[in-house]
């Protein structure tokens, strides 16, 4: 089995829905025989460029050890779920475990904005990004 990195985005109006469609997407996998090594929800960001109108979306990344035919399943359930904006699917020469840079600077952006209790800057920001 080999192993690859897959991400993708999902439109900001079904973000409701990403925990159920991972599950999905992680069921699929795992019934063909494949191994999710890691998950990890990045949350809405702000697209580079705008895609169908849309300047924002919920990024996925999920490291899955299992072979073509699984993966090639997984593409054309993306092709064909609205939902899903853009995807990416690499191979690589063996699994990552350990949390992304995006990962870990989220968590360090979480402790420090935790350890601020009385900080509110943190949170003003954060509701004029939502609200772009």
Not at 96 to 109: F, G, I, M, W
């Amino acid at each position: 089995m080999r192993h690859y990195e897959v991400v993708f985005l999902v439109h900001p109006s079904q973000s409701e829905q990403v925990a159920g469609m991972v599950e999905r997407y992680q069921g699929s996998l795992e019934k063909r025989g494949g191994v999710v090594h890691r998950i990890e929800d990045w949350g809405r960001r702000p697209l580079a460029y705008p895609i169908n109108k849309v300047h924002k979306a919920h990024y996925i990344l999920m490291n899955v050890e299992c072979d073509r035919e699984a993966i090639d399943e997984l593409e054309n359930t993306f092709r064909f779920n609205d939902a899903v904006l853009r995807n990416l699917i690499i191979q690589r020469k063996n699994a990552v475990t350990e949390p992304s840079p995006l990962a870990k600077s989220n968590d360090e952006r979480e402790r420090s904005e935790g350890s601020d209790g009385d900080s509110s800057e943190g949170r003003e920001s954060s509701a004029r990004n939502d609200n772009d």
